[in-house]
């Protein structure tokens, strides 16, 4: 079983930057693909970014250049480092686990595994 427990999110003013946490309890070398999601109000959850057990990383094109995806084996952590945030960022930010590949690793719809979210919240 994986649990995950997503953290950093916060208000910041546009330009600035977070870093969001995802500690992925439970997370095992069997998991094919970590990443994140977004959902603004009154829009669909969207993948935001994502990284397989190759290293692969997969991005949203709005936000390609600005944030980046990490992990961390060893502390079963997952990170999303977010520059330049911009109003249209404002979101819940959600952490997912694949167990087995997918086609699309930034589709929302095949995820196994979701955290509970956290909010940003981006100022213009």
């Known amino acids: 079983q994986v649990r995950l427990v997503e953290s950093g999110g916060g208000s910041v003013q546009a330009g600035g930057s977070l870093r969001l946490s995802c500690d992925a309890s439970g997370y095992s070398s069997r998991t094919w693909c970590m990443a994140w999601f977004r959902q603004a109000p009154g829009k669909e959850r969207e993948g935001v970014a994502a990284i397989d057990n190759e290293g692969s990383e997969s991005f949203l094109n709005s936000i390609r250049g600005r944030f980046t995806i990490s992990k961390d084996n060893r502390k079963n952590m997952l990170y999303l480092q977010m520059n330049n945030l911009k109003a249209e960022d404002t979101a819940m930010y959600y952490c997912?686990?694949?167990?087995?590949?997918?086609?699309?690793?930034?589709?929302?719809?095949?995820?196994?595994?979701w955290g509970t979210g956290t909010l940003v919240n981006v100022s213009s």
């Open positions: 997912a686990v694949a167990v087995s590949p997918l086609v699309d690793p930034l589709g929302p719809e095949n995820q196994d595994y």
